[in-house]
C-alpha cells in the first residue's frame, strides 16, 4: 500500500510491530519435516506478517513457533486459535518477494472453528494426530 494512501483502515484488528525469531513448518509432504526460519515483522489478533527465505503458496498452511509471551494479547490469540505442539496453525494470505532469497509473507491464524473444515483437514493431517 501507498504511504500517501489516506482511505479507510481496512483491517479489523490494528497490527502492533514485533520483531522476533520465527520457526515455521508449510503443511505439505515434501516438506512437513523440515523446520525453516524467519522473524515476524508486526502481528495482530487475527495474524501476522513475517519475513522468510523460503518461497510459499498463497493458501498454504503453516505451522508458526514464536515467542507470544511478551504479547499482551497473547490470551486471546490462544482462545481461539488452533494451537498445536506450542505453535499456531496459520493460512497464507498475502506474499511478497523482496529479494531473490527474500519474502514478505501475510498469514492468518485458523481458529478452532475452521479445524474441521476438509481444506484445513487434509493439511493439517500430516502435522499428527492431535492437530
Avoid at 505453535?87 to 491464524?109: L, M, N, Y
Wanted: charged share 25%; proline share 5%; aromatic share 10%.
Amino acid at each position: 500500500m501507498s504511504e500517501n494512501y489516506e482511505g479507510p483502515e481496512r483491517r479489523e484488528f490494528v497490527r502492533i510491530p514485533y520483531s522476533s525469531p520465527l520457526s515455521y513448518k508449510v503443511c505439505k509432504p515434501e516438506t512437513l519435516l523440515k523446520l525453516f526460519q524467519g522473524y515476524t515483522v508486526d502481528v495482530s489478533n487475527k495474524g501476522l506478517r513475517c519475513t522468510i527465505k523460503q518461497p510459499v503458496n498463497i493458501n498454504d498452511i503453516v505451522w508458526l513457533s514464536f515467542d507470544r509471551s511478551v504479547l499482551t494479547f497473547c490470551a486471546e490469540i490462544e482462545r481461539y486459535s488452533l494451537i498445536y505442539q506450542h505453535g499456531i496453525i496459520a493460512k497464507v494470505v498475502r506474499i511478497q518477494q523482496i529479494s531473490d532469497t527474500s519474502f514478505d509473507i501475510g498469514v492468518k491464524f485458523l481458529t478452532i472453528r475452521e479445524k474441521d473444515s476438509q481444506e484445513i483437514t487434509e493439511k493439517t493431517r500430516l502435522l499428527g494426530p492431535d492437530a
